[in-house]
């Protein structure tokens, strides 16, 4: 029996056209990646997360050099929302990063492990959340849920 995977996505070609709110996310995620500690990989990323509540949550990359010490931003702002608001949903997750590992119009996505994160996230709030990409070259690559980023996910 075969089967098949397909993915839905919205891609536009400058973040500037995103709504309001969204665009605040794209703001803070690029603030906060400022504060990203990336000696080793000189790739630096700020994830934000826009809280049932209305809180914006921020995380940076935080690298160690005892691989695997450090943290994604991904990680690092799902992890402190988990914590410090256990009651509240993520309702939009929107990632950015700047370095050279990848070419600027690459889209950026978030590595296995915290696409992994992101679905846990979305099966112990039960219900998912918008996933906003923005690239280096401006363009945002958005999903209606992080099970899109990993169909297969551990344990779905």
Known sequence: MEKKISIEYTQ??????????DQKLVVAAENILKSA???????????????????????SNQE?????SGLCAERVALFYAGSNFPNETVETL??????DLVDIDTILSPCGGCRQVMVETEMRQQTAYRVIMVS???????FNSATQ???LAFGV
């Open 12 to 21: 536009l070609a400058d973040w500037k056209e995103l709504n309001e709110a």
């Open 37 to 59: 500690y990336a000696p080793y990989s000189r790739f630096s990323v700020g994830a934000s997360l826009l809280l049932s509540n209305g809180e914006i949550v921020l995380g």
């Open 64 to 68: 160690n050099i005892a691989y695997p």
């Open 94 to 99: 929107c990632v950015i990063a700047k370095g």
């Open 136 to 142: 280096q070259n401006g363009s945002a690559t958005i």
């Open 149 to 151: 980023l990993l169909p």
